[in-house]
């Protein structure tokens, strides 16, 4: 965690309390596309915060500021103030393109039932030697290295992690933690039977999405909902719903029911589910 202390002192050499910018996962170089959180850290809390960036202020009042799809645009200087007390500034600088090494999911789904597991599986062209990965899971504020053992080839590498915490975010790097580097990929577990499955990557200006309506140990969905908001926005048999031109109105809340059964249930109605709510986020806005 990065930490920013200002130690302001008050006529009569009374020190006020420090207030501390920090970011959340640690990442010492930042691509776009990235996920990240900034937090306005102090001794004391519960009160308003305000947050300027390039000495504008923001319409953002909490402690934490999130940064879910990294630009060129984020690049600069950063300020929370409480109580009358501003930090220092935390500066970002946002890479415009991406990482040279890939990270996707090779056996499992961007939503998974908690207490499953995924396979990642890691590539860099040049060479793994000296990697690493990392996991920071978001409602235990931990983040942890997962070092490897061997390699499937000197540019490949798997690993099977089990889910805990409602949200984990996960990427490679090699030992200097700097330019060399994988993407994020960010995985969610939900107690629901159904979910909504996309890309886990944000989507992308100008290219498809597509989202499905799954139900965990079936496929016999008769019928499924898509909604973006509260407005539905497909309606049928399908339980695939495709966007073909991803734009800035994109971006959104989206959720789905489903009306389905089981193979080994022969009698009674079908059951019918809703999704938890998933965020879309749009990169290249």
């Given at each position: 965690m990065f930490l920013l202390y200002s130690d302001r002192v008050m006529?009569?050499?009374?020190?006020?309390?420090?207030?501390?910018v920090t970011m959340t996962p640690e990442l010492k170089t930042i691509f776009?596309?990235?996920?990240?959180?900034?937090?306005?850290?102090?001794?004391?809390s519960g009160s308003s915060v305000k947050w300027y960036f390039n000495d504008s202020e923001q319409h953002q009042t909490k402690e934490i500021f999130e940064i879910a799809v990294a630009s060129p645009k984020h690049s600069g200087s950063y300020q929370c103030e409480t109580n009358g007390q501003k930090s220092d500034t935390f500066s970002i600088s946002v890479i415009e393109h991406g990482p040279s090494a890939s990270l996707t999911i090779k056996t499992g789904h961007p939503v998974m039932p908690k207490g499953g597991a995924v396979i990642l599986q890691l590539y860099h062209e040049d060479g793994l030697d000296g990697w690493l990965c990392w996991v920071y899971r978001r409602e235990k504020k931990q983040r942890k290295s997962i070092r490897f053992k061997s390699l499937d080839t000197p540019t490949d590498f798997t690993f099977q992690t089990l889910l805990t915490d409602p949200m984990s975010i996960f990427w490679c790097t090699n030992k200097t933690q700097q330019e060399k580097r994988s993407n994020q990929v960010t995985v969610r577990i939900s107690d629901q039977d159904i979910f909504l499955e996309m890309y886990p990557l944000p989507a992308v200006v100008g290219e498809p999405l597509t989202l499905r309506c799954l139900v965990w140990g079936t496929d016999r969905i008769s019928k499924a909902v898509f909604y973006k908001g509260d407005t539905v926005i497909a309606d049928g048999k399908a339980f695939t719903h495709k966007i073909k031109d991803v734009t800035e109105s994109t971006e959104g809340k989206y959720k789905c029911d489903a009306t389905y059964t089981h193979v080994a249930r022969t009698a009674g109605p079908d059951y019918h589910k809703f999704s938890d709510v998933q965020d879309v986020f749009v990169q290249g806005m």
């Open positions: 006529s009569g050499g009374k020190q006020l309390p420090f207030l501390a776009s596309g990235d996920l990240f959180y900034l937090g306005c850290n102090s001794k004391t």
